[in-house]
């Protein structure tokens, strides 16, 4: 088995957003040679989250904004005495930190509509993610 690492390194514009990063993940993968395996994608930020699901503008949409309904600023969280954004903290757990997606053949087992995203909690920010390819 083969292991090959490479950051992915980006800037966010604002507090709370979604980018696609489908496209740098697919270029790490294709970095790597490997034709069957693992690809995971971490982020090392707890005030973000990586998810996979359908890339319809309405939706991205719809997730922001439940996120902001379900978990609002400035609601009086306990970590906000510390530096106020226990908000983005809790979304991140929400999210998660990391996907791992089936490689085959060379390519993502995405689903038909499926996408990566990468989901800013706190920005704007310079980020940084680690994809990381297992296999043959």
């Known amino acids: 088995m ?10 966010t514009t604002r507090r709370v957003e979604i980018q696609d990063i489908t496209r740098k993940v697919e270029a790490v993968l294709d970095h790597s040679g490997i034709k069957n395996g693992l690809l995971n994608v971490y982020s090392p930020h707890s005030t973000s989250g990586v ?24 609601a009086g969280y306990q970590h906000d005495r510390i ?24 390519r993502m087992m995405l689903g038909t509509w499926q996408s990566i995203f990468f989901v800013e909690l706190d920005g704007p920010r310079h980020r940084r993610l680690v994809v990381t390819v297992m296999g043959d």
Do not use: Y
């Open 2 to 11: 083969v292991i090959k690492r490479e950051s992915v390194e980006f800037n």
């Open 83 to 106: 530096d106020n954004n226990a908000d983005s903290h809790i979304r991140g757990f929400l999210t998660g930190g990391s996907e791992t997606i089936p490689v085959e053949k060379g």
């Open 51 to 74: 998810v996979v699901n359908e890339n319809e503008s309405g939706l991205v949409n719809d997730f922001k904004l439940a996120l902001e309904k379900l978990v609002p600023e400035g």
